[in-house]
T-cell receptor
Framework: DVKVTQSSRYLVKRTGEKVFLECVQD?????MFWYRQDPGLGLRLIYFSYDVKMKEKGDIPEGYSVSREKKERFSLILESASTNQTSMYLC???????????????FGPGTRLTVL | AQKITQTQPGMFVQEKEAVTLDCTYD???????LFWYKQPSSGEMIFLIYQGSYDQQNATEGRYSLNFQKARKSANLVISASQLGDSAMYFCAILNSNSGYALNFGKGTSLLVTP
């Protein structure tokens, strides 16, 4: 079974803090993704990575950065947390395919981040 | 750009009945993949079923099946014999070839299964 884990289920931080969200997958997947989920807005892509040390911006990268030093680990960094970054953060991984079933993304349990 | 539309914000179904959750999509890719995920209140996104645009048959996975109508650009999820544990949010998604094959999600449908 594919397993994607995230470092915290719930996190409370203060405005201005630097926040690290960690994601680890155990299926040797090349692709990893960070989404945020907000009521009424659905899931939106923040960043993705298709290889170690490679990263690409998604739809809403502002205020975030990422790090992928090892294939199995993809970290999301909030450089200076703000209240509008209070959200559910979901990490996912997949193998690269050709728009096929192998592109199925497997998600971690999510991190509910609250910024006060 | 790829886009998913789910027009049903909420649905009710009685236990043991079948229910159809609607999904329409828009894409200019000649080849694409469609996915359905379930998100219970715990928050985790659970993969349910996949349909490829060139698959000859509609996908099925246990009690889940996909009513795929390519010409109409619809990929409706059918859940047969609903169970109380099926109560959750359901998301339709399409692969985004412009973003490393990330997923573009619809807004979701909240399904409540009643006894």
């Amino acid at each position: 079974d594919v397993k994607v884990t995230q470092s915290s289920r719930y996190l409370v931080k203060r405005t201005g803090e630097k926040v690290f969200l960690e994601c680890v997958q155990d299926m040797d997947h090349e692709n990893m993704f960070w989404y945020r989920q907000d009521p009424g807005l659905g899931l939106r892509l923040i960043y993705f990575s298709y290889d170690v040390k490679m990263k690409e911006k998604g739809d809403i990268p502002e205020g975030y950065s990422v790090s992928r030093e090892k294939k199995e680990r993809f970290s999301l960094i909030l450089e200076s947390a703000s209240t509008n970054q209070t959200s559910m953060y979901l990490c996912a991984s997949s193998s690269p395919g050709l728009a096929g079933r192998t592109d199925t993304q497997y998600f971690g349990p999510g991190t509910r981040l609250t910024v006060l | 750009a790829q886009k998913i539309t789910q027009t049903q914000p909420g649905m009710f179904v009685q236990e043991k009945e079948a229910v159809t959750l609607d999904c329409t999509y828009d894409t200019s890719d000649p080849s694409y993949g469609l996915f359905w995920y379930k998100q219970p209140s715990s928050g985790e996104m659970i993969f349910l079923i996949y349909q490829g645009s060139y698959d000859q048959q509609n996908a099925t996975e246990g009690r889940y099946s996909l009513n795929f109508q390519k010409a109409r650009k619809s990929a409706n999820l059918v859940i047969s014999a609903s169970q109380l544990g099926d109560s959750a949010m359901y998301f339709c998604a399409i692969l985004n070839s412009n973003s490393g094959y990330a997923l573009n999600f619809g807004k979701g449908t909240s399904l409540l299964v009643t006894p």
